[in-house]
C-alpha cells in the first residue's frame, strides 16, 4: 500500500502531539524551541539523504506515494520532522518526571565518540561509506555537546532516552526494512544487523536525535536567561 510510510510518520507523532496540550507539561508551549531545532538540524540529515539515495539506500515505491522532494519521497522528508519531534517530547516528559543529575564518571563516553572520527575516515576510505559517515556524525554530535556546554552526554536521564530511542527504533526502523520500505546497499556498511536493521542505522539515529535535543536545550536555555 502506498500510504505505509506516511501512515508511519502519523503512528510516530500523533501521540506526542495529542499530548503537547497535557495541561501540566505543555510541551506546546516549548514548540518555539523544537521546531527551530527540528528543522536546523533536519537540513544537512536531508542534504545527506538525498546525495546518497539511489547509492546507500533506495525506496519501495510500492509503499511510497509518488511526490517527491530533492529526490527524496515526501514521507522521508517527514521522518526527519516527525522522529525528533516525538524524541524531544519524549526527552522533556523524562525531565519534568524524573530527577536528572551529572554523572562525571561518563566524560570517557566524549573521548569514545571523538574516536570514531579517524575510524570513520579509515571506514570511508575502504569504502564503507555509511559507516564512515555515521561515525564521523557521532563525533560531530559529541563535539557540540561539549563545546555548546550542554552536556547531555553526562546526564543520568540521557541514557534512559536512548534506551527508549533505541526501542523505537528496533521497533520503526525494524518495520521499515522488514517490509521493506528502504533497501540497503550492503556494500557501504559493515554488514552488522540487529534483526533486519542495519547497525548503521541505530548511530545515524541517535545523531538526529541529539542534535535535536541538544539544540532545543540550548534555545530554551537563551531565552531563561
Known sequence: MK???LILNVLIIAGPLALSFEKKMR???KWRFAIPAILIVATPFLVWDAIVTGKHWWFNENYTLDF???GLPIEECLFFITVPFAGIFIWESLRFNCSNRIIDGMRFVYYLLYSGLPLG???FI???HYTGLMLFSLAITALYDHLSKTRLLLQK??????TIAGALIL???GYLTARPVVMYDYRYQLGFKIGTIPIEDFGYGFSLLLLATILYEKFKA???G
Open 171 to 173: 521497533f520503526f526502523n
Open 121 to 123: 575516515v579509515l571506514l
Open 27 to 29: 510541551f506546546v508551549a
Open 3 to 5: 500510504f505505509e510510510y
Open 157 to 162: 536521564l540521557l541514557y534512559v532516552y536512548l
Open 222 to 224: 537563551a531565552a531563561n
Open 126 to 128: 575502504q569504502g564503507k
Open 68 to 70: 517527491r522532494v530533492i
